[in-house]
C-alpha cells in the first residue's frame, strides 16, 4: 500500500496535473484497490503454475496483471493527454512537430518523427495552441487593419502577427502557427501595429499608383486605337498610294455654291496642270470625297497634318490648293468676269504660304471670260508655282 500510494500520488499530481490534495486522495483509494488485487493476483498466478487445468487460470491472471500494472500508463495515456508539463519539476511531459500549414501533432517521447524530422519540446504557447487546433480554432489571415489589437479588460494582445524574410507583416485572429510559412505567430505589439499600419498605408499608396497607371494605360492604348481608326479612315479618305511619287498634289474648291465659281476652280486648276506638266512634273488631283469632308478645309487654313498622317507629305513633291469664287457682267459688246482667288502651296521646304490674288478677263462668252481671268491670274501672278 505504501508503493501503491506514493507512486499514484505522484502520477496524479505531477503527470496529470491534479492538485495535491486530489492526488493524495487519489492515491489512498488507487493503494487501497493495488492491495485488495494483491491477494487473487498472487492466488491465480501460484494456481496457474502448480494446480491442474492450468489454461484456464491464464485469462483471470493475465487481466488481474493488466489491471495492475497497466492501471498506470491507461491514466497517463488518457487523462494526461491534455497536460504538458511535469507539476513539480516543470520537465515537459510532451514533444510536437509542425507542419508547414501550421497543424501539430505531440508525442509522448522526444527523439524523431517517421518523417525523420525532430521532435520539439513543448511550451506553454504550443500547449495552448494545441488545445486551440483540438478545439477546430485555427489562426486565420486579417486583411484588413483592425482597431482591436488589445483586450480592453486585460491588455493583453487579441491580434497575432508573422513576419516573412522581406518585412512584409501578416496579421491572424488566434494564436497558431502561420499557416502558409509554418512559423509561430507572435502577439502584436504597440511597434508591430506601426508598422503594419505604415505597410498598409505603402501598400495602399501603391495599388492607387498601379490603378492610376493601369487607367492611363488603358486610356493611351484608348488614344492610340482612336488614332489608328481615324488613320486608317484618312488613308481610305487621301489614298495615298494611288498617287506615284513626287506628284504635285493640286486641288480646289469654291467659296460659293454656284457654277461661275465651280468652274473658275477647274479653269485654274487647269492652268496651273499646263504648267506643271510644261516642266515635265506629275500632276494629281485631290480625291472628290476629301473636298467634301472638312478635311480640304483645315488644309486651306494652313493645318498640313492629314498629310503628314496619311505619309502624302513624304510621297508627293508639293501641293497647290485654292478656294475662289467669280462674278461676271454683260457689257454692250463684251462680258467680263472676275475671279477672286487664295491658293496655298506647300513646297519642299514645308512651309505653306497664303496667295490671294483677283484678275478681270472679258470675252464674247461667259466661258471666254472665265477662261481669260484664270489665264491672267497665272501669268501675272507666277509666284503661285513658285517652288513647286
Same mark, same amino acid.
Given at each position: 500500500?505504501?508503493?501503491?500510494?506514493?507512486?499514484?500520488?505522484?502520477?496524479?499530481?505531477?503527470?496529470?496535473?491534479?492538485?495535491?490534495?486530489q492526488a493524495e486522495?487519489?492515491?489512498?483509494?488507487?493503494?487501497?484497490?493495488?492491495?485488495?488485487?494483491?491477494?487473487?493476483?498472487?492466488? /491465480?498466478?501460484?494456481?496457474?503454475?502448480v494446480?491442474?487445468?492450468?489454461?484456464?487460470?491464464?485469462?483471470?491472471?493475465?487481466?488481474?496483471w493488466?489491471v495492475?500494472?497497466?492501471?498506470?500508463?491507461?491514466?497517463?495515456?488518457?487523462?494526461?493527454?491534455?497536460?504538458?508539463?511535469?507539476?513539480?519539476?516543470?520537465?515537459?511531459?510532451?514533444?510536437?512537430?509542425?507542419?508547414?500549414?501550421g497543424?501539430?501533432?505531440?508525442?509522448?517521447?522526444?527523439?524523431?518523427?517517421?518523417?525523420?524530422?525532430?521532435?520539439?519540446?513543448?511550451?506553454?504557447?504550443?500547449?495552448?495552441?494545441? $488545445?486551440?487546433?483540438?478545439?477546430?480554432?485555427?489562426?486565420?489571415?486579417?486583411?484588413?487593419?483592425?482597431?482591436?489589437?488589445?483586450?480592453g479588460v486585460?491588455?493583453?494582445?487579441?491580434?497575432?502577427?508573422?513576419?516573412?524574410?522581406?518585412?512584409?507583416?501578416?496579421?491572424?485572429?488566434?494564436?497558431?502557427?502561420?499557416?502558409?510559412?509554418?512559423?509561430?505567430?507572435?502577439?502584436?505589439?504597440?511597434?508591430?501595429i506601426?508598422?503594419?499600419?505604415?505597410?498598409?498605408?505603402?501598400?495602399?499608396?501603391?495599388?492607387?499608383?498601379?490603378?492610376r497607371?493601369?487607367?492611363?494605360?488603358?486610356?493611351?492604348?484608348?488614344?492610340?486605337?482612336?488614332?489608328?481608326?481615324?488613320?486608317s479612315?484618312?488613308?481610305?479618305?487621301?489614298?495615298?498610294?494611288?498617287?506615284?511619287?513626287?506628284?504635285?498634289?493640286?486641288?480646289?474648291?469654291?467659296t460659293?455654291?454656284?457654277?461661275?465659281?465651280?468652274?473658275?476652280v477647274?479653269?485654274?486648276?487647269?492652268?496651273?496642270d499646263?504648267?506643271?506638266r510644261?516642266?515635265?512634273? /506629275?500632276?494629281?488631283?485631290?480625291?472628290p470625297?476629301?473636298?467634301?469632308?472638312?478635311?480640304?478645309?483645315?488644309?486651306l487654313?494652313?493645318?498640313?497634318?492629314?498629310?503628314?498622317?496619311?505619309?502624302?507629305?513624304?510621297?508627293?513633291?508639293?501641293?497647290? /490648293?485654292?478656294?475662289?469664287?467669280?462674278?461676271? $457682267?454683260?457689257?454692250?459688246?463684251?462680258?467680263?468676269?472676275?475671279?477672286?482667288?487664295?491658293?496655298?502651296?506647300?513646297?519642299?521646304?514645308?512651309v505653306?504660304?497664303?496667295?490671294?490674288?483677283?484678275?478681270t478677263g472679258?470675252?464674247?462668252?461667259?466661258?471666254?471670260?472665265?477662261?481669260?481671268?484664270?489665264?491672267?491670274?497665272?501669268?501675272?501672278?507666277?509666284e503661285?508655282?513658285?517652288?513647286?
Amino acid at each position: 500500500m505504501y508503493w501503491g500510494y506514493y507512486g499514484l500520488r505522484d502520477l496524479f499530481h505531477d503527470s496529470l496535473g491534479l492538485s495535491e490534495a486530489q492526488a493524495e486522495l487519489a492515491g489512498v483509494v488507487g493503494a487501497f484497490f493495488y492491495a485488495f488485487f494483491w491477494v487473487p493476483m498472487l492466488w /491465480l498466478t501460484l494456481s496457474a503454475l502448480v494446480l491442474p487445468n492450468r489454461a484456464r487460470r491464464l485469462i483471470p491472471m493475465f487481466g488481474l496483471w493488466l489491471v495492475f500494472y497497466g492501471s498506470t500508463p491507461a491514466l497517463r495515456m488518457f487523462l494526461g493527454s491534455d497536460v504538458c508539463f511535469n507539476q513539480s519539476t516543470g520537465q515537459p511531459l510532451q514533444w510536437y512537430v509542425s507542419a508547414r500549414n501550421g497543424t501539430l501533432t505531440f508525442y509522448d517521447s522526444p527523439g524523431y518523427d517517421t518523417s525523420g524530422v525532430e521532435k520539439k519540446p513543448v511550451t506553454a504557447q504550443v500547449c495552448r495552441i494545441g $488545445r486551440l487546433l483540438g478545439k477546430g480554432i485555427h489562426p486565420r489571415l486579417i486583411s484588413t487593419p483592425t482597431a482591436e489589437y488589445f483586450d480592453g479588460v486585460t491588455g493583453f494582445a487579441k491580434i497575432w502577427y508573422a513576419q516573412d524574410a522581406n518585412g512584409r507583416i501578416s496579421l491572424f485572429d488566434a494564436e497558431g502557427f502561420d499557416p502558409h510559412s509554418g512559423t509561430l505567430l507572435a502577439p502584436i505589439t504597440a511597434e508591430v501595429i506601426a508598422q503594419f499600419e505604415a505597410q498598409v498605408a505603402t501598400e495602399r499608396a501603391a495599388k492607387d499608383q498601379a490603378a492610376r497607371e493601369q487607367e492611363a494605360e488603358q486610356e493611351r492604348k484608348a488614344r492610340e486605337a482612336s488614332a489608328q481608326q481615324e488613320r486608317s479612315a484618312l488613308v481610305s479618305l487621301f489614298a495615298p498610294e494611288s498617287y506615284p511619287p513626287q506628284t504635285v498634289l493640286m486641288g480646289g474648291s469654291a467659296t460659293k455654291t454656284d457654277d461661275l465659281s465651280k468652274e473658275a476652280v477647274e479653269l485654274i486648276l487647269d492652268e496651273a496642270d499646263k504648267s506643271l506638266r510644261s516642266r515635265g512634273l /506629275l500632276t494629281g488631283r485631290v480625291r472628290p470625297a476629301v473636298l467634301t469632308s472638312g478635311r480640304f478645309d483645315r488644309l486651306l487654313e494652313g493645318d498640313p497634318g492629314d498629310l503628314v498622317s496619311v505619309g502624302l507629305d513624304e510621297r508627293m513633291r508639293s501641293a497647290f /490648293l485654292v478656294t475662289a469664287e467669280a462674278s461676271c $457682267r454683260s457689257g454692250e459688246a463684251v462680258i467680263s468676269c472676275t475671279i477672286a482667288m487664295d491658293a496655298r502651296k506647300y513646297p519642299l521646304d514645308r512651309v505653306t504660304k497664303l496667295i490671294e490674288c483677283h484678275e478681270t478677263g472679258a470675252g464674247a462668252t461667259t466661258e471666254q471670260a472665265l477662261s481669260r481671268a484664270a489665264e491672267l491670274i497665272h501669268e501675272r501672278h507666277p509666284e503661285l508655282l513658285e517652288g513647286i
